[in-house]
């Protein structure tokens, strides 16, 4: 009996455990994401953060959080992507809409608009990349593990910030 | 006696589960919370669109800062006869007129901060705390922090985030706390007052790009009304939903064109930039433009005037 109600005890808490630390990035996290050394001549303006919490993938099954955004025509935006240190390096973040859907096609060739690391899977600097917007509307962001990357449950927090009306 | 324990033991238990699952589903907070206060409007609505879909739509284009962040790029001076005055906080006495006040300050603090007039954001982060405070919101809302960054004109980026966060998670918990309707006020003020700084920046001095950018809130607009429908069974509702309907009468003859290219990637400075290449052409005559203004003008004095 006693070892029914350890086994019982020990699974709720197991439970409990698991949901809780199944969570967003810490503020901390999002705070130094979005507020980066900034490039000479450039000063960008924070202007939302996509805080994404991820399991971890089941087989081909991967978890993707996704995000509504509308962007303006004429602004250049800025997308970046920070993760906890155990996680660096293993998640994308995807700029995409339904005419340039989130897939593994290359950008301009069917792909989606924009990721943080090139075809090869590899970041680009500060995982991030610019984003001429020349069609005001609604767009979509995902977040998720890198093919093969996601090992354990994580967190990653993206930012978009406001670069100016771009050359 | 073992038997006994085995029955609490239980209990416990379930217990704990029911909190983990309700905490799954709602991990903003209890919307039954005796603290959460009493909405002045009617939240008994039919609601015809999912509350997950109102919240990404909502979620989506709530910015208190971006249209400021274009005046400021433009090199449009700031202008402080086009901020809401805040003498008159006190007399948002109802949710309804708090949440909209809570969005168009916002966007106020929001254009304050993008051109550095720290001196003048202490005046808006006291009237939005106590806002927020009445709304329930106020914990997202680090006054203390805002206001010595603020007073000592210290770390601008940090001010700036903290004010923009700030307003994102008071957001974000009223969608959470199944408040969505007043996260829809709060998205309202934002949005037009977004738009009422960009429209008097025009009636003052023509601009092709702040222009173009009017225009092209059409489909914003289009969005706001499809959800304000949706609370409309409360008089308060109905009535702002009647507004942004002239507003949207004002919009008609609007045209947008879109015409699709594809995006091309670059690298510039060690930096990725990718060119969209689509060409989005906005049909604004005058004549919309000084229809929008002035219908633009009248709703947001209105509000500000409840």
Redesign the interface.
């Known amino acids: 009996?006693n070892r029914i109600?350890i086994t019982?005890?020990v699974g709720?808490l197991v439970?409990?455990n698991s949901?809780e630390s199944f969570s967003q990035c810490k503020?901390q996290l999002?705070?130094s994401c979005?507020?980066q050394p900034k490039?000479a001549g450039e000063n960008p303006?924070?202007?939302?953060?996509f805080n994404a919490k991820l399991r971890k993938p089941k087989g081909d099954d991967e978890d993707v959080a996704r995000?509504?955004?509308?962007l303006?025509?004429?602004?250049?935006y800025r997308f970046n992507l920070c993760n906890p240190e155990e996680s660096e390096g293993k998640t994308v973040l995807t700029?995409f809409d339904a005419?340039?859907p989130d897939n593994e096609k290359p950008?301009?060739k069917g792909g989606p608009?924009?990721r943080t690391c090139g075809d090869d899977g590899k970041d680009?600097?500060n995982a991030?990349?610019?984003?001429?917007?020349?069609?005001?509307?609604?767009y979509y962001v995902s977040i998720k593990f890198k093919k093969g990357q996601g090992d354990k449950k994580s967190c990653a927090v993206g930012i978009l910030s406001?670069i100016?009306?771009g050359k | 006696m073992?038997k006994r324990?085995?029955y609490v033991?239980f209990l416990c238990?379930m217990s704990?589960?029911s909190v983990?699952l309700s905490?799954?589903g709602n991990s903003g907070g209890n919307p039954e919370d005796p603290d959460t206060p009493k909405d002045d409007v009617d939240t008994n609505t039919n609601v015809v669109i999912s509350e997950g879909a109102i919240n990404?739509?909502i979620?989506?284009?709530s910015?208190p800062?971006?249209m400021a962040?274009?005046i400021n790029?433009?090199g449009v001076p700031f202008s402080k006869k086009f901020l809401t005055p805040t003498d008159n906080a006190d007399e948002y006495d109802t949710n309804f007129k708090k949440s909209i006040a809570l969005g168009i300050l916002s966007a106020d603090l929001g254009y304050l901060n993008?051109y550095n007039k720290t001196s003048s954001v202490v005046n808006y982060i006291t009237v939005i705390k106590r806002i927020a405070d009445d709304l329930k919101v106020g914990q997202f809302f680090d006054f203390q922090t805002l206001k010595r960054l603020a007073t000592n004109n210290e770390n601008l980026?940090?001010l700036?985030?903290l004010s923009?966060?700030s307003f994102?998670q008071m957001d974000q918990h009223l969608r959470e706390t199944k408040r969505s309707n007043l996260s829809v006020l709060v998205v309202t003020g934002v949005w037009l007052e977004g738009l009422y700084l960009a429209t008097q920046v025009v009636k003052e001095k023509p601009n092709d790009?702040i222009s173009?950018?009017i225009g092209?809130q059409k489909?914003?607009l289009s969005s706001l009304t499809g959800i304000l429908k949706v609370f409309s069974k409360d008089k308060n509702f109905a009535d702002l939903l009647k507004d942004l309907q002239e507003l949207q009468t004002a919009y008609e003859g609007v045209k947008?064109t879109?015409v699709?290219?594809?995006?091309?990637?670059k690298i510039e400075?060690?930096?990725?930039?990718?060119?969209?290449?689509?060409?989005?052409i906005?049909d604004i005559s005058q004549e919309q433009l000084i229809n929008i203004i002035n219908t633009t003008e009248k709703i947001r004095n209105k509000l500000i005037a409840l």
């Open positions: 009996m109600i019982l005890l709720f439970l409990i949901e503020q999002v705070y979005a507020t490039t303006i924070y202007l939302r953060d995000f509504q955004v509308v303006n025509k004429g602004t250049r700029l005419t340039r950008i301009g608009y924009g680009y600097p991030s990349f610019d984003f001429q917007c020349e069609r005001s509307g609604v406001f100016g009306k | 073992m324990f085995f033991l238990g704990l589960l983990t905490t799954c990404d739509i979620g989506s284009f910015n800062v971006e962040a274009l790029d433009l993008v980026d940090s700036m985030f923009v966060s994102h790009k173009e950018r092209e489909n914003i947008i879109i699709q290219g594809t995006p091309e990637t400075n060690g930096k990725v930039v990718v060119y969209q290449k689509d060409v989005s906005v």
